[in-house]
């Protein structure tokens, strides 16, 4: 029995498919081609020797393919059909095929099969590796055999794309973080630094470079030359006529023969001649002429002035022009004194002047102090150093942050005195005072510098009822400690005001009403 075929050997299968029966007579098969043994036989047939031995080279793996019987005639398949893929069958071993002769006498001769040729071995491939797949899914492929590919291949080639989107991935993020550690670190490359962009061309109306961009083009620089001494200030325009408020002492050295100059802001520079001066609220006005297009600053009002505003203040200090600071007002109606180089007193400046914390050095008198709508509120004037009391521009001490400022109300009043009249008034009460009185309060003198009475006969004073000898502790309300303090209050108002005066006589105290009286002084 063949295994392979199912069909005792020699006999013909019956009722196979497509067979037609054979003619009787006499028939011989085809002989199946053998191939040659690598070794011929051993004559004398002694195992092992009788057979190729194990030394020869093993043929390449086949796997056997299932064959129709010998005889047995093959039905061609239809055009376009896919031929079922033959199931693996285990390898029969190879019976010796005996060589038969001829049918018996019995047996009907077979007619001639309807092939040409008869069928023949199937021959393995030259190379059975070279077709090999070893990615392909299921067994190893059969040689001679078409590839069948299953449906696992574009799986495997679904998770090779995956896998290598995922490294990709992977390696940008790395690339990223060791990128931003770079620039991070600064490693490696050139050092470029960053710069802000787009910063806009103006600036808030009252931000301190708004109200210095108004009010520059009003202020001047005043350089001062006389027989004995030359110096720096500031002044600011008042009108379009080309009148200039500034300090008394920035322009004393001129005087008497000396020479001013004033500097604009665009680099302008041109003459100027005093109007007038006053020593004792330390103001003077200058005109320029031959200047066309001037700017007036803005007066303010320096009673409507709170402690914590802010202000600017321009100058320039220690003749560096066009100086721009800022601070707050610190304090209000701070009674100073400046000057007194003259040894009658007639040069001491009685000031309730404004604090400043915004920077004034030596250069800043006479230039404007200006609140948040660049009004005029105040005029530089004097410094308070830490070795010293407060000091003009004369001196060379710098700022520690009290500045002191005329109050732009009073200067007015004086500036419009000095432009009409030529000299400016001040507000009196008709005594002297006896300035080396070192208790709490002014005291009146017993009698006058030159011999006369320390009350003016017919003064405000006089009128008042007060006497040599009394002592004055307040005005209108507010406590005075020394003369010189009651003289700034005094000098705070104008003359024809009424003002109060705590007064103590004998141990005794009361208030008297007294109307300021006018005295001239140049």
Same mark, same amino acid.
């Given at each position: 029995?063949?295994?392979?075929?199912?069909?005792?050997?020699?006999?013909?299968?019956?009722?196979?498919?497509?067979?037609?029966?054979?003619?009787?007579?006499?028939?011989?098969?085809?002989?199946?081609?053998?191939?040659?043994?690598?070794?011929?036989?051993?004559?004398?047939?002694? *195992?092992?020797?009788?057979?190729?031995?194990?030394?020869?080279?093993?043929?390449?793996?086949?796997?056997?393919?299932?064959?129709?019987?010998?005889?047995?005639?093959?039905?061609?398949?239809?055009?376009?059909?896919?031929?079922?893929?033959?199931?693996?069958?285990?390898?029969?071993?190879?019976?010796?095929?005996?060589?038969?002769?001829?049918?018996?006498?019995?047996?009907?001769?077979?007619?001639?099969?309807?092939?040409?040729?008869?069928?023949?071995?199937?021959?393995?491939?030259?190379? *059975?590796?070279?077709?090999?797949?070893?990615?392909?899914?299921?067994?190893?492929?059969?040689?001679?055999?078409?590839?069948?590919?299953?449906?696992?291949?574009?799986?495997?080639?679904?998770?090779?794309?995956?896998?290598?989107?995922?490294?990709?991935?992977?390696?940008?993020?790395?690339?990223?973080?060791?990128?931003?550690?770079?620039?991070?670190?600064?490693?490696?490359?050139?050092?470029?630094?960053?710069?802000?962009?787009?910063?806009?061309?103006?600036?808030?109306?009252?931000?301190?470079?708004?109200?210095?961009?108004?009010?520059?083009?009003?202020?001047?620089?005043?350089?001062?030359?006389?027989?004995?001494?030359?110096?720096?200030? %500031?002044?600011?325009?008042?009108?379009?006529?080309?009148?200039?408020?500034?300090?008394?002492?920035?322009?004393?050295?001129?005087?008497?023969?000396?020479?001013?100059?004033?500097?604009?802001?665009?680099?302008?520079?041109?003459?100027?001649?005093?109007?007038?001066?006053?020593?004792?609220?330390?103001?003077?006005?200058?005109?320029?002429?031959?200047?066309?297009?001037?700017?007036?600053?803005?007066?303010?009002?320096?009673?409507?002035?709170?402690?914590?505003?802010?202000?600017?203040?321009?100058?320039?200090?220690?003749?560096?022009?066009?100086?721009?600071?800022?601070?707050?007002?610190?304090?209000?109606?701070?009674?100073?004194?400046?000057?007194?180089?003259?040894?009658?007193?007639?040069?001491?400046?009685?000031?309730?002047?404004?604090?400043?914390?915004?920077?004034?050095?030596?250069?800043?008198?006479?230039?404007?102090?200006?609140?948040?709508?660049?009004?005029?509120?105040?005029?530089?004037?004097?410094?308070?150093?830490?070795?010293?009391?407060?000091?003009?521009?004369?001196?060379?001490?710098?700022?520690?942050?009290?500045?002191?400022?005329?109050?732009?109300?009073?200067?007015?009043?004086?500036?419009?005195?000095?432009?009409?009249?030529?000299?400016?008034?001040? *507000?009196?009460?008709?005594?002297?005072?006896?300035?080396?009185?070192?208790?709490?309060?002014?005291?009146?003198?017993?009698?006058?510098?030159?011999?006369?009475?320390?009350?003016?006969?017919?003064?405000?004073?006089?009128?008042?009822?007060?006497?040599?000898?009394?002592?004055?502790?307040?005005?209108?309300?507010?406590?005075?400690?020394?003369?010189?303090?009651?003289?700034?209050?005094?000098?705070?108002?104008?003359?024809?005001?009424?003002?109060?005066?705590?007064?103590?006589?004998?141990? %005794?105290?009361?208030?008297?009403?007294?109307?300021?009286?006018?005295?001239?002084?140049?």
């Amino acid at each position: 029995m063949d295994e392979g075929n199912g069909v005792p050997q020699g006999a013909e299968p019956e009722g196979a498919a497509g067979a037609e029966p054979m003619p009787e007579g006499d028939f011989e098969l085809a002989k199946p081609e053998r191939p040659s043994p690598l070794h011929e036989p051993d004559p004398y047939s002694t *195992p092992p020797y009788g057979e190729p031995g194990p030394w020869a080279p093993a043929p390449p793996v086949q796997h056997p393919v299932a064959t129709p019987a010998q005889g047995t005639l093959m039905t061609p398949p239809a055009v376009g059909a896919v031929p079922p893929e033959p199931a693996p069958a285990p390898i029969p071993p190879a019976p010796p095929i005996a060589p038969i002769a001829s049918a018996p006498p019995t047996m009907p001769a077979a007619p001639p099969a309807p092939a040409s040729a008869p069928l023949s071995a199937r021959q393995p491939p030259a190379d *059975p590796w070279g077709r090999y797949d070893p990615w392909a899914a299921g067994p190893l492929q059969q040689p001679g055999a078409a590839a069948v590919h299953g449906g696992r291949r574009p799986r495997r080639r679904r998770a090779a794309l995956g896998w290598t989107l995922a490294l990709v991935l992977v390696a940008a993020g790395l690339g990223g973080l060791v990128g931003g550690y770079v620039e991070r670190e600064g490693i490696g490359g050139e050092v470029t630094l960053p710069q802000a962009k787009g910063v806009p061309a103006g600036r808030a109306p009252d931000s301190v470079a708004g109200i210095a961009a108004r009010a520059l083009p009003s202020v001047v620089t005043l350089h001062v030359s006389g027989s004995d001494e030359e110096g720096t200030g %500031t002044g600011f325009v008042l009108d379009d006529r080309g009148h200039i408020l500034t300090n008394n002492h920035v322009v004393a050295p001129a005087a008497s023969g000396g020479k001013i100059s004033a500097t604009f802001s665009d680099g302008t520079s041109v003459k100027a001649t005093v109007v007038g001066r006053d020593s004792g609220y330390d103001l003077a006005v200058v005109q320029v002429s031959g200047v066309h297009g001037l700017t007036p600053l803005t007066l303010g009002d320096s009673d409507d002035v709170r402690v914590g505003d802010p202000v600017v203040a321009i100058g320039a200090p220690f003749d560096l022009a066009n100086t721009v600071t800022a601070g707050i007002i610190s304090a209000k109606e701070r009674p100073i004194t400046a000057g007194g180089e003259k040894s009658d007193g007639s040069d001491v400046s009685y000031v309730d002047a404004l604090q400043t914390d915004a920077p004034i050095n030596p250069g800043n008198s006479g230039g404007p102090l200006l609140d948040s709508r660049a009004h005029v509120i105040g005029i530089n004037s004097a410094i308070r150093s830490a070795d010293s009391g407060a000091e003009t521009e004369s001196g060379q001490a710098g700022s520690i942050g009290l500045g002191f400022a005329i109050p732009v109300n009073q200067a007015k009043r004086v500036a419009e005195e000095l432009i009409n009249d030529g000299r400016a008034t001040h *507000p009196v009460i008709g005594v002297d005072l006896d300035m080396g009185y070192s208790g709490d309060g002014a005291r009146v003198d017993s009698r006058a510098p030159d011999g006369g009475p320390a009350v003016v006969k017919g003064g405000p004073a006089e009128r008042a009822g007060l006497k040599a000898g009394d002592l004055i502790t307040g005005v209108d309300g507010e406590p005075v400690h020394t003369g010189a303090e009651l003289i700034v209050r005094i000098r705070a108002h104008q003359p024809g005001d009424r003002l109060r005066l705590t007064v103590e006589r004998g141990g %005794t105290e009361r208030e008297v009403s007294v109307v300021l009286g006018t005295a001239e002084q140049n």
